[in-house]
């Protein structure tokens, strides 16, 4: 067996042998960061999830189980993949606590725009008028004026003071706004 390698390489599976082999199953995760309240919530919904769903689901595929042949039981297949489904959500989870950061209001400059500000701002082509909490990305929430700190909006208002204009790129062209209030 040969196995290519660069343009004009081609090595054995002897050769490979030979070399030692550097796996990393141990990937750096990207740090998420929240409010302690979002954090809160996180592992609150966590505990559900342990605690009230994957017991229900170990039911459901108990009595599945318990109704005869498991090959033509389209119960018990279900109630599998929503397992299936509901371990790799508390896995995600999981993952996402263990590389989760609070972000400590009292060590942020209140003079500019940073993750936690509530922020005013105006359009200046129509002069509305928004305002928005710049938030982690897992506790944005539009309805309640929370946008993440990866939207463009966010993006573009980040670092800037009172009186700062942001330019954002949209679909139907660029938009600038300007920074009314900053508030932490």
Do not use: W
């Not at 995600?92 to 940073?114: C, H």
């Amino acid at each position: 067996m040969c196995i290519e390698r660069g343009p004009n390489r081609v090595l054995s599976l002897f050769q490979l042998i030979d070399k030692p082999i550097l796996l990393n199953y141990n990937v750096m995760s990207e740090v998420a960061y929240f409010t302690q309240e979002g954090l809160d919530r996180l592992k609150k919904e966590l505990h559900q999830l342990r605690t009230v769903e994957r017991p229900s689901i170990s039911n459901q595929i108990a009595e599945a189980r318990d109704k005869g042949d498991l090959s033509e039981n389209a119960e018990y297949h279900a109630a599998k993949e929503a397992q299936g489904l509901l371990e790799l959500k508390i896995s995600k989870m999981e993952e996402v606590l263990n590389n989760a950061k609070v972000v400590d209001k009292s060590q942020l400059d209140a003079s500019k725009v940073l993750i936690l500000s509530k922020v005013k701002i105006r359009n200046t082509a129509n002069g509305a008028e928004m305002n928005y909490t710049i938030v982690a990305e897992n506790e944005a929430n539009f309805k309640e004026g929370k946008i993440s700190v990866t939207s463009p909006v966010a993006q573009a208002l980040l670092g800037k003071k009172v009186g700062g204009k942001a330019k954002v790129k949209t679909p139907a062209g660029e938009i600038t706004f300007e920074i009314l209030e900053v508030n932490l």
